[in-house]
């Protein structure tokens, strides 16, 4: 068996970060983003593999995919999966789709309703495109917070017509988006979607009664990446002091 250290690569595995290792046989290995089988001689160090096409979607298209398959019922697990793809960049609109696309996926999962996921999770992608880029700044309207609005709308079947679903789809809105707001700026796609998502799930459990498994506790991994990352004043910093 030859290991290579991820030196030898862009990156280790997307899944874990841990090295690439190079078998001596080919086996059929479930593909961790889409499930599908595959022959196979590279998983990294703790077995995660990844198919070819997985390993080169866009970042909308590698939402979509993980989020129809995975059986996962924590929102933000699964967030924290998709921000370490690499089409996922440390900024950008992608997070008003991963948002909403994460909660669908996480909250038909544990009402075992995963045939309705699918199609809710498409609505969702063709709303969360018409949230541009910079949202939050532009508008005042951060799109992590719009997502869980989304979110709601698809799963209570809200329209503009509606009466309590429309009550608490804008209500949804209105909480990330309090909560997005007074943590202040400058802008952070990875904080603000912790946030929404926090936020969602327990608006759900104080409005619908449903209780989502959610990480107890966020360090983030990304704060490297981002220039204008707040650190110590940033909840989620690993060196946060409160
Ligand atoms: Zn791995
Ligand atoms: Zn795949």
């Given at each position: 068996m030859e290991k290579l250290d991820s030196e030898n690569h862009k990156s280790g595995c997307l899944v874990c970060g841990r090295e690439l290792v190079y078998h001596d046989t080919y086996e059929s290995r479930e593909c961790f983003y889409c499930k599908q089988s595959y022959e196979t001689n590279v998983t990294c160090a703790a077995g995660h593999y990844i198919c070819d096409s997985c390993h080169s979607l866009s970042a909308i298209n590698i939402i979509r995919q993980f989020c129809d398959s995975s059986e996962l019922t924590d929102p933000l697990r699964?967030?924290?999966?998709?921000?370490?793809?690499?089409?996922?960049?440390?900024?950008?609109?992608?997070?008003?789709?991963?948002?909403?696309?994460?909660?669908?996926?996480?909250?038909?999962?544990l009402t075992g309703e995963a045939a309705k996921k699918k199609e809710k999770i498409e609505q969702a992608e063709k709303r969360a495109k018409q949230i541009l880029g910079g949202f939050c700044g532009f508008y005042g309207d951060c799109g992590a917070a719009v997502g869980t609005g989304i979110f709601l709308s698809l799963i209570t079947g809200a329209t503009p017509l509606s009466v309590d679903s429309w009550r608490l789809s804008n209500l949804m809105t209105a909480e990330s988006l309090r909560s997005v707001a007074l943590h202040g700026g400058p802008r952070c796609c990875k904080r603000n979607t912790y946030l929404a998502i926090l936020e969602a799930a327990r608006f759900l459990k104080e409005n619908l009664n449903i209780r989502m498994d959610i990480s107890s506790k966020i360090k983030c991994e990304f704060s490297p990446l981002n220039k204008e990352c707040l650190k110590e004043g940033c909840v989620f910093y690993s060196g946060y002091k409160g």
């Open positions: 699964m967030a924290l999966i998709l921000m370490r793809h690499p089409a996922v960049k440390m900024h950008g609109p992608e997070h008003h789709f991963l948002v909403p696309a994460v909660l669908l996926a996480a909250y038909y999962n």
